[in-house]
Structures are given as structure tokens and as C-alpha cells.
């Protein structure tokens, strides 16, 4: 019998202790008047536990209150501890009873021990486990065992051995059981506003991203777009639901196809596309898009587009959001309901009747009209009304609920006593349609999801951060990637272990972002295997619950930055290279660039050359002869025209040039790029030299002529020696014949004297 007493009056508190969590949803515990009546609630289970006690004998008496006394000091402090306590202890010395010192010091003492525990665990930060509870249980019941010696006439021990197994049993079992539930409902609460903080954060993400989000299907089906798509694409939402994949996207670009057939067989695709603006503008964005399933396994897609002109930056307000919450508050229906108890009577107001779907004339019962609920939601409800009725306990409830007609519907139902002299003489609350808002809740959850998917999963490298000390407070996938680092060590850093300037200016930044909203920047980022890498950040200020937080899109700028930097070292070498280098437009002929060499020569500025064409600095070229000339570059019969011309100054005077001319066609353009020589020095050794020629030609002609009459002269003297010579040969012969002597050798031998005719 002993045990059966305690196991009905522990049942009791336990069952009683759900109430509590029923009570912290609509007074919080944090709040004084939360605890006041969470102490007033437990001291109610106590003294309803000590009015059907275990009685012992005359004046001594065993029930729950060691539980929910020291449960009520555990979750819900001092004050609430105090309340309860008092309650109990008015209770027991009203009981009276040899055991009436001993009852109060189990009260102090389980109230002691729940407060100790209190302070020691701190369970609104970390609702006590099992073995804590457990731990809690034997101490109090321990104790209260050994506060059973202070019963007069030694009856302590007998007590001690009739009651301490089932009390060390059975009690420690009901606080972990009664603790337990509280410790859940803890839990769940502090769950809800994490999921509620988190939700707003990324939803805010998405509706205050820079970039145009849009949800769509594999098949080309607009679900969702953002307020930046929508600015994007100059569409409403609505409008590029209607228009779907190729209403928005430019089908006439070849690269679609290609970025389709990616998608389909990788799950994603990231790169360059054009999209179609409502007037016809095509614009130039980069599209990174990847599928996924929602919660209900459906394919899905997510869109983030990035207009790469940079021309649509500022940010829509949360206008989808407001007018979503202005409409559902449009569109609720509350109806007011009363029952007198003095008359028995009751009274609907008219939307009563219509979430019921009852006519006017209808006078349904309470028992009647709790049938309208769902089957397993009518026990609460009529046990709160019950309730209600008896204690005056108010009540606040959402429910099932099914209409005359059969429509099912979500309902909130509240119910409230009113009271007079002690006495409660009327129930009254609301009943309102809550559906579209559970739903839209829902869509909210699944909204909230998704964005969350969108921000861990987006492959643009993005932080959120704490614009007063710097802390990353969350960072997606592509982030941990990209730095190195684990994305739970990112989460314990701080953006000035990452930025390579100083805090002092890193602070500045931050706070010109949290000033200014938006604003973008460059700097170069340390990431996990120590190199250094040039980054663009866009980043721009949401606010969670009144706190500001930095949203930062991280760019990897590092190979631009080198390209830029080659770049700016070839126009600094044609800059200031000796030759006159000029680029003007295939099309409207019009100078483009000129550089310092050519400026310093010709006399015009840049500025002045930019509304000028070759024509204007060649005084031999018509436009005639000139685009005769182009022709033959614009049909790609010649690589190169190589020409010379004379060039006209500002101040008019000419010098000869040399030119050198090519034409270069990309990125959708046109262009022609001269290289000039200026001859004039050339021209002028090439006159000189022609001079010298004509001079030396004169001066050849003439010695010529000299040498000429020279050799005449030495041939007619060469004549006279050559006759004289021969003539001494022949009188040196014939003497020699005369004197008998042979003829000297070599001399010629004429015929003899015989042989002569």
C-alpha cells in the first residue's frame, strides 16, 4: 500500500509539471512575473500533494513536495523558490503534527539544494541531464531521510526503515522524470529562437544580397526571384514567373546550350551568359547556378546572376516580406466568444460562426463545439477548458480543426476567466483562423532553407561578420576552400588573422561598411598555407534583431591584378616608346589613343586628337583615296600597308612620315593601329647625297673628257715612235746582211734577194 500511495501522488506531480511548460510559453522565465508564477504553480502541486499525503501516523505525512521544490529552486531561481516555499510551508503548519519541524526542514532543504544546483549548473544555459537529475534526486531525498532523526521519540528510525526504499527509489525516479520534461521543454525553446535568429539571418541574406537570386526548376520554371533580379531584368517577381527560362535569358547566345548540357550532367555551372532586360537590352551577367532537392526530395535550382557591367548596385528594400505580412494580417479572421457561468448562457460573435461554418441560428454545446477539433486535439482542449472553468487558468492554444462543411483549418483558441468577489463568473476568448499564417510559417521554414543552401552552398567565397570586433561569425563552403582553413576554424577567427593591413585600418573599413551600408574594396588576404592572395570585396550591412552584421563577397582579383599590372607596363613602353604610335576606330576613323611621342610631334593634345581622324593630320588623302587605300586591310588581301605620307603639325608646317598600318578585330570591334616614323632626317641625307651624286657625275663626265684627248694625244706620239722603231730594225738588217753576218735572232727574217719577185 505504501508504494501504490507513492507511486499515485508522484504520478500526480510529474503529470502536474507539464502545466509549467505550458505556462514559461506565455510568461517567460526570464521575466520576475514568470517566476512568481512558476513558483505559485509549484507550490499549487505541492499543496495538492500534501493535502492527499501518505500518512505515517498522527501528524506525520510523506508526499512530492521534496520534488517539485527542489525542481522549481533548479530551473527557475530564487523567486520562484521563495513563492513555492512559502506556499508549502503555510500548507504544513496548517497540517500541523508531530512531524510538523521535520516537514519544514525538508522543505528548507529540498528548496536549499534546488538552489545550490541552481546556481552551480545554470540550467538556462544548459538544461541538467539525466545524471545530474538523478544526482539531484538522491541528495534531496537523502537528505530528507536523514531529517527524519529530528522526529520526536525516536521514531525517526522506524520511519527511515518503513519509508526509505520506495523514497530513494521511487523519488529520485520522479525528479528525473518530472526534470526531464522540463529540461525538453527548455531545450525546445532555446532551439525555437536559435532556428528563429538563424532564419531571419539568412532570409535578410537573401533579400539583402547584392547579386540576383532566383529559384527555379531543371526544366526552365521560374519559382522565386529576389528584389536584385527583379532590378536586374526591370520585371516584377510575377513577370518573370510568367516569362520563365527564355523569356529571361538571351536564347540567341550560343553559349547557353552549352551551359544547360553542364548543368544536366554535373548538377552546376558557373560562367558567362546574356540575359534579356523587359525593354530588349541584353546585359552581360555571370551566372553561377548548381540543382538541389528540397525537403520534399523535389528538384530544384538555385540561380545567383551578377550583372557584370556593374550598372544595377543599389538594394530593394524588403518590400515582398512587408506586403506578404501586411496581407496575412489582412486576411485573418478573429471571432470573440463568451460563456456565463451565472446564466449558463453563451455567445459567439458572427465570425465565430463562420470559421465554424454554422449558420447564425445555431447553438452548439461546449461539448458540441470542441467536436469541431481534431480527434486527437479534443482531450487538450477540453481539459483546458475544464480548466479553465475550475481554476481560472488561462489557456493559448493552436489546434486542428474541421469546419461544418469538412474544410480542414488551423485554429488559435484563447480562453480567459473573469472573476468577482473570489468567484469566476465568466470565460471569454478569441478563436481566429491562423491557416494561411501556419502555412505561410511553413513557407517560411522552407523559404528560411533555402536560403540557408543558397549562402553554404553558393560558390562565391562570402563571410559574415561582426563589424565591432571583427569576428567571423559564419562563413560558407566556399570559403573554408578557398582560405585553407576548416570551416569551424574560420568560425574562432577574426578578419584581422586573414587581412594583411593593420587592425587599425581593417577597424576603419569595417566601420565605413556599417556606416555607409554597402561599399566595396581591395585588399590582399592571408590564407592557411601562408600565401598571399589579391582579393575584391563587396560587402554590405544587414541588421538581426537590431544588430548590425557585415555580408562580404569575396573575389580572388590575384591573375587580374597581374594582368593589369603587364598591361599597364606594355603602355608605359608604347607610351613612351620614340615612334609615333596611333589606334583609331575601323568605323568612324576617329583616334582613339596617342601616344606621348606622336602628342610631342604632331603639337595637338589628346584630347583635341580624340575628335580627329588621319585625314585631319594627312593633307594628301582624300576620303576617297584613303578608304580605296583601307580597302585592301578590311578585305585581308595585305597583313600590313607600309606607305609614306607627309603629316601636317598644329602650327600647319609638314614633315615626312613613314607609316606602318594594321588592322585588329575582336571583342566585337574594329581597330586600326599605326606606327609612324618621322623621315624628315632620312628625307634630308637622301637629298644631300643626291646633291654629291649630280656633283661627282659633273666632275666624272669632265676628267673623262680630259683622259679622252689624253689618249688621243699619246696614240698619234705612240704612232710616230712605232714607224720610226721598225724603220731601225730594217736599216740594223740590212747592214747585217751587207757585212755577211747571220741576222741577229728574234730579228724578223725578210725574203732573200733570189726569192724577192
Request: aromatic share 8%; glycine share 8%; with cysteine.
Amino acid at each position: 500500500m505504501v508504494y501504490l500511495d507513492l507511486i499515485f501522488n508522484l504520478a500526480l506531480l510529474v503529470a502536474l509539471s507539464v502545466v509549467s511548460g505550458f505556462l514559461d510559453k506565455r510568461f517567460p522565465r526570464e521575466t520576475r512575473q514568470g517566476q512568481l508564477l512558476q513558483g505559485l504553480l509549484f507550490g499549487l502541486v505541492t499543496v495538492l500533494g500534501m493535502l492527499r499525503p501518505l500518512v505515517m501516523g498522527p501528524g506525520l505525512i510523506f508526499d512530492g513536495r521534496s520534488v517539485m521544490l527542489s525542481l522549481c529552486a533548479l530551473y527557475f531561481g530564487p523567486w520562484a523558490a521563495a513563492a513555492a516555499g512559502a506556499a508549502a510551508l503555510v500548507c504544513r503548519i496548517l497540517l500541523g503534527g508531530m512531524g510538523l519541524l521535520t516537514g519544514s526542514l525538508v522543505i528548507a532543504s529540498s528548496l536549499a539544494l534546488g538552489l545550490a544546483a541552481h546556481y552551480r549548473w545554470k540550467p538556462s544555459l544548459t538544461p541538467p541531464g539525466a545524471g545530474k537529475l538523478i544526482l539531484l534526486g538522491l541528495a534531496v531525498h537523502a537528505a530528507m531521510l536523514a531529517l527524519m532523526l529530528t522526529l520526536p521519540g525516536g521514531a525517526g528510525w522506524s520511519v527511515i526503515r518503513r519509508i526509505g526504499p520506495p523514497v530513494l527509489l521511487f523519488f529520485p525516479l520522479a525528479t528525473l522524470l518530472a526534470g526531464k520534461i522540463l529540461s525538453d521543454h527548455l531545450l525546445m525553446m532555446q532551439s525555437a529562437a536559435a532556428l528563429s535568429e538563424s532564419e531571419e539571418r539568412y532570409r535578410l541574406l537573401f533579400e539583402a544580397s547584392p547579386d540576383a537570386v532566383m529559384l527555379t526548376t531543371p526544366d526552365g520554371r521560374i519559382l522565386s526571384a529576389n528584389p536584385a533580379a527583379c532590378r536586374l531584368l526591370g520585371r516584377s517577381e510575377e513577370e518573370i514567373i510568367a516569362s520563365g527560362r527564355d523569356g529571361v535569358m538571351d536564347r540567341e547566345d550560343p553559349r547557353l546550350a552549352a551551359a544547360l548540357a553542364e548543368r544536366e550532367r554535373t548538377g552546376k555551372f558557373a560562367g558567362e551568359l546574356t540575359m534579356v532586360r523587359k525593354d530588349g537590352a541584353r546585359i552581360p551577367v555571370e551566372i553561377s547556378t548548381s540543382v538541389f532537392r528540397d525537403r520534399f526530395g523535389q528538384a530544384r535550382t538555385s540561380l545567383i546572376i551578377r550583372d557584370i557591367t556593374r550598372r544595377l548596385q543599389e538594394e530593394e528594400p524588403l518590400k515582398r516580406l512587408q506586403a506578404l505580412l501586411a496581407e496575412t494580417q489582412r486576411l485573418s479572421k478573429i471571432g470573440g466568444w463568451e460563456h456565463d457561468l451565472t446564466t449558463g448562457r453563451g455567445r459567439w460573435t458572427e465570425e465565430v460562426y463562420t470559421i465554424y461554418g454554422l449558420s447564425p441560428d445555431a447553438h452548439p454545446s461546449n461539448e458540441e463545439a470542441i467536436a469541431f477539433y481534431a480527434p486527437e486535439d479534443r482531450p487538450i482542449i477540453a481539459s483546458a477548458f475544464a480548466r479553465l472553468l475550475e481554476t481560472g487558468e488561462p489557456y493559448d492554444l493552436v489546434f486542428k480543426f474541421n469546419r461544418a462543411s469538412g474544410e480542414s483549418l488551423r485554429v488559435r483558441t484563447i480562453g480567459q476567466a473573469e472573476w468577482k468577489n473570489g468567484k469566476i463568473v465568466r470565460v471569454f476568448g478569441n478563436i481566429m483562423d491562423v491557416t494561411d499564417r501556419v502555412r505561410t510559417e511553413e513557407a517560411l521554414r522552407e523559404s528560411e532553407e533555402l536560403f540557408r543552401n543558397l549562402f553554404m552552398h553558393h560558390e562565391a567565397v562570402k563571410l559574415i561578420l561582426d563589424p565591432e570586433t571583427g569576428s567571423i561569425i559564419d562563413a560558407n563552403d566556399a570559403a573554408a576552400k578557398f582560405y585553407g582553413w576548416p570551416r569551424e576554424t574560420l568560425l574562432t577567427m577574426k578578419i584581422f588573422e586573414i587581412n594583411t593591413l593593420s587592425e587599425t585600418e581593417i577597424r576603419r573599413a569595417l566601420e565605413t561598411v556599417r556606416d555607409q551600408e554597402r561599399t566595396r574594396f581591395q585588399f590582399r588576404h592571408r590564407r592557411a598555407d601562408g600565401s598571399i592572395r589579391d582579393v575584391e570585396i563587396f560587402s554590405s550591412r544587414i541588421d538581426v534583431k537590431g544588430k548590425p552584421f557585415l555580408h562580404s563577397i569575396v573575389t580572388d582579383i590575384s591573375e587580374r591584378k597581374e594582368i593589369e599590372s603587364r598591361q599597364q607596363r606594355l603602355l608605359s613602353i608604347v607610351d613612351s616608346s620614340l615612334n609615333e604610335i596611333y589606334i583609331f576606330d575601323a568605323e568612324t576613323l576617329r583616334f582613339e589613343y596617342v601616344n606621348q611621342g606622336a602628342l610631342r610631334n604632331i603639337g595637338f593634345s589628346l584630347e583635341e586628337m580624340r575628335s580627329m581622324t588621319p585625314l585631319d593630320i594627312k593633307p594628301s588623302y582624300t576620303p576617297q583615296t584613303f578608304a580605296k587605300m583601307l580597302e585592301a586591310l578590311r578585305q585581308g588581301l595585305v597583313q600590313q600597308l607600309v606607305f609614306e605620307t607627309d603629316h601636317r603639325r598644329k602650327d600647319q608646317t609638314l614633315y615626312p612620315v613613314e607609316v606602318h598600318l594594321q588592322l585588329y578585330s575582336g571583342e566585337g570591334r574594329s581597330i586600326f593601329f599605326a606606327i609612324i616614323s618621322d623621315i624628315s632626317e632620312r628625307k634630308a641625307v637622301e637629298t644631300r647625297i643626291l646633291r654629291i651624286n649630280e656633283e661627282l657625275e659633273q666632275k666624272v663626265q669632265e676628267r673623262t673628257a680630259e683622259l679622252q684627248k689624253t689618249i688621243r694625244q699619246l696614240e698619234e706620239t705612240n704612232k710616230i715612235f712605232v714607224g720610226r722603231e721598225l724603220r731601225m730594225i730594217e736599216l740594223k738588217k740590212r747592214i747585217e746582211e751587207l757585212e755577211g753576218r747571220p741576222a741577229t735572232p728574234g730579228t724578223p727574217q725578210r725574203p732573200s734577194p733570189q726569192g724577192d719577185p
